[in-house]
C-alpha cells in the first residue's frame, strides 16, 4: 500500500510561479518512478513530467518544458512540481503518481508513463492561474 498526498495548490497570476507537493508514505523504497498528470474536465489526463527517484533526471511534456521542474527529496520522499512563467492554460488538477514496477527507461518516456501505468494517485489539487 502506497499513500501519495498532495499539497501546494491554489491560484496564481499568469507569469508568476508555484510549487507543489507530493508526500509518500507506506510500502516505498528506493529507486521507483513517480510522475505529475494534469487534467482539465472533458479533457484527457496530461502527462506534465516523471522522474526515477533515487537521482534519476526528470523528464517533461513538451507543454511545460523549460518552465516546469520536477525533483524529488529522497529523505523526505517528497515530489515536488516547480512552475514558473505560469499561463492560463496551465489551470487544471494536478495529480502526483507513483509505480513501483516501471523501469527507469519507461519512466522518462511518456509513452512509457500514461495513466494506465501507474497503481498509485494522490488526490489532485487545483491550479487556477488568472491572466
Known amino acids: 500500500q502506497v499513500q501519495l498526498v498532495e499539497s501546494g495548490g491554489g491560484s496564481a497570476q499568469a507569469g508568476g510561479s508555484q510549487t507543489l507537493s507530493c508526500t509518500a508514505s507506506?510500502?516505498?523504497?528506493?529507486?521507483?518512478?513517480m510522475a505529475w498528470f494534469r487534467q482539465v474536465p472533458g479533457q484527457d489526463r496530461e502527462w506534465v513530467a516523471a522522474?526515477?527517484?533515487?537521482?534519476?533526471?526528470?523528464s517533461y511534456g513538451a507543454s511545460v518544458k523549460g518552465r516546469f521542474t520536477s525533483s524529488h527529496d529522497d529523505s523526505r520522499k517528497t515530489l515536488y512540481l516547480q512552475m514558473s512563467s505560469l499561463k492560463p492554460e496551465d489551470s487544471a488538477i494536478y495529480y502526483c503518481?507513483?509505480?513501483?514496477?516501471?523501469?527507469?527507461?519507461?519512466?522518462?518516456?511518456?509513452?512509457?508513463?500514461?495513466?494506465?501505468?501507474?497503481?498509485?494517485w494522490g488526490q489532485g489539487t487545483q491550479v487556477t492561474v488568472s491572466s
Open positions: 503518481a507513483a509505480d513501483l514496477l516501471l523501469t527507469y527507461g519507461q519512466c522518462t518516456v511518456l509513452a512509457g508513463t500514461g495513466p494506465d501505468d501507474f497503481d498509485y
Open positions: 507506506g510500502d516505498v523504497y528506493s529507486s521507483y518512478c
Open positions: 522522474i526515477f527517484t533515487g537521482g534519476g533526471e526528470p
